[in-house]
């Protein structure tokens, strides 16, 4: 490509993961948001336990998307950003995976330490990581919530610089995650 465009595009594995992990991590988030204000009940117990499958699920992609990522190393950004957008670029995909790292086993550790052990699709059970502990449950709980807000306005910049690319500086790196924009060029 020509005027400081970037060089290619994600592969196409590397663009289905991504979107399988993002819209994981919205239903998981506004699920999470939605159920902590409920009551308790049958209903919100069966929720916790979806909560519960959607956040193992989407760490096991995340793992899977981290892998990939080692053995494909993303297209790089156009030659005409800043260095400083460059750096910040980098700094944020690796708070990003950061998070969907931590957020997952903070819940898992929480979950072991409140004694409510996760069965992956009531099929699956994981072992408990720590004793039941109140406090330590409770101490968890802010850390995954504190994490999860984290992650939120994280993903709220991320979604803004990809915008602020496409719209305002025109170039392609919106288009190289998105598969319905310049599609043609997409590798596998």
């Given at each position: 490509m020509t005027n400081g465009l970037s060089q290619g595009r994600y592969t196409a594995t590397a663009v289905t993961l991504h979107?399988?992990?993002?819209?994981?991590?919205?239903?998981?988030?506004?699920?999470?948001?939605?159920?902590?204000?409920?009551?308790?009940?049958?209903?919100?117990?069966?929720?916790?336990?979806?909560?519960?499958?959607?956040?193992?699920?989407?760490?096991?992609?995340?793992?899977?998307?981290?892998?990939?990522?080692?053995?494909?190393?993303?297209?790089?950004?156009?030659?005409?950003?800043?260095?400083?957008?460059?750096?910040?670029?980098?700094?944020?995909?690796?708070?990003?995976?950061?998070?969907?790292?931590?957020?997952?086993?903070?819940?898992?550790?929480?979950?072991?330490?409140?004694?409510?052990?996760?069965v992956w699709f009531g099929l699956v059970p994981l072992p408990d990581l720590l004793d039941k502990n109140k406090e330590l449950g409770d101490t968890l709980a802010l850390v995954h919530k504190t994490l999860n807000l984290t992650m939120a306005a994280l993903v709220i910049s991320h979604v803004a610089a990809a915008v602020k690319h496409h719209v305002f500086d025109r170039d392609d790196v919106l288009a190289r995650m998105l598969p319905f924009l310049d599609n043609n060029k997409v590798t596998r």
């Open positions: 979107w399988l992990v993002a819209l994981g991590i919205f239903g998981a988030f506004s699920l999470g948001l939605y159920m902590h204000e409920l009551p308790l009940s049958p209903t919100k117990l069966k929720l916790y336990s979806y909560h519960k499958w959607a956040g193992v699920t989407i760490f096991l992609f995340v793992l899977i998307r981290l892998a990939w990522r080692a053995t494909h190393p993303p297209p790089p950004l156009p030659a005409a950003m800043p260095a400083w957008q460059r750096t910040v670029a980098h700094a944020l995909h690796h708070l990003l995976y950061l998070l969907m790292v931590a957020i997952p086993i903070t819940g898992w550790l929480m979950s072991s330490a409140k004694g409510f052990q996760t």
